[in-house]
């Protein structure tokens, strides 16, 4: 590829080799000075490009892509397709990108960017011959886009660790396919906190009271938490939350240890409500308390 920086006072013209066939002519190429500040063009025309018919001026959003395809949504809503190639030149003009940067690459190219983009007609498509933008445009949609990743990375992450933590309560509690359910009870909590109320307390040892008239009856205690907090800080305070019931029921409501499945936080997984309201959050932060009897014992 080409690089061509002009300004007022300078122009730079660096040849480039139009294929790989030794002896080629490196071909230099002028772009008309910018009002808007330092230009940076890279890209050169291709041999096929005289072969295509110039056509339409298309100026928009990039509202997609996909590969070589940018999907270009104008003021009206039209979206056009229109591939690029290695001959695509890319304009980009300001004094973003010419202060440090030597190469501005079709990875640029970013979803949210504005550009003008002069097209070329190939059969019934359009390839981009030039792509005009704006390199404080390209900035800001770095800056979106580098933002969107790593909130999409955090998500993932969190998505994975709650996947680690189901795959751990089924091998710590066994096949659940082999329980029975026969009850279960929510106790909540207030944000950040793993303090058992009185209400809460009072169901418990209610719970622990049913299950000690079931013959062959365990307990499986699961703790979970809203949205609210990172990650890291939501596993301890559902395991935290987790281990307050297991010690209420055994110290206070008389549960056995040894009837007892190990407990276990899942965060903010599984959610009984919407994380979106207020009432739905009060909900989630909780402890379940299930009453398991093994199938093979059910009814003995």
């Known amino acids: 590829m080409s690089v061509i920086s002009k300004t007022p006072k300078a122009l730079l013209v660096l040849a480039t080799f139009l294929g790989p066939v030794a002896g080629a002519v490196a071909q230099q190429q002028e772009v008309p000075p910018s009002t808007d500040g330092p230009v940076t063009v890279y890209g050169s025309p291709s041999p096929e490009a005289a072969e295509m018919t110039k056509g339409p001026k298309v100026e928009g ?3 997609a892509r996909n590969g070589d395809t940018l999907q270009v949504t104008t003021a009206d809503g039209t979206n056009t397709a229109i591939a690029i190639n290695d001959a695509t030149r ?11 940067h030597t190469k501005l690459s079709p990875d640029s190219l970013l979803n949210g960017l504005p550009v003008s983009i002069e097209t070329l007609q190939s059969g019934s498509g359009l390839v981009a011959s030039e792509i005009a933008l704006k390199n404080k445009d390209l900035k800001t949609a770095s800056m979106i886009r580098n933002g969107t990743e790593q909130r999409f990375g955090e998500q993932g992450a969190a998505i994975a660790q709650n996947a680690a933590a189901t795959e751990a309560l089924r091998g710590r509690m066994g096949d659940i396919d082999q329980y029975n359910v026969k009850g279960t009870t929510n106790v909540n909590f207030d944000t950040g906190k793993a303090t058992l109320s009185a ?11 049913e299950a000690q008239r079931m013959d062959n009856a365990l ?9 609210t907090g ?12 987790a281990g307050s019931v297991v010690n209420y029921l055994q110290q206070a409501c008389g549960w056995k240890p040894y009837r007892m499945l190990t407990p276990t936080g899942m965060a903010e997984a599984d959610p009984v409500a919407s994380n979106d309201t207020v009432d739905g959050k009060a909900q989630n932060r909780r402890v379940a308390v299930n009453i398991l009897v093994s199938k093979g014992l059910d009814g003995l």
């Open 61 to 63: 959003i990039i509202s």
């Open 90 to 100: 890319i304009k980009a003009s300001g004094g973003f990108l010419g202060l440090g």
């Open 199 to 209: 209400q809460a307390k009072s169901d418990l040892c209610a719970t622990a009271a």
């Open 219 to 227: 307990l499986l205690v699961v703790g979970y938490t809203d949205s």
């Open 230 to 241: 990172s990650q890291e800080f939501n596993q301890q305070l559902s395991e935290k939350r």
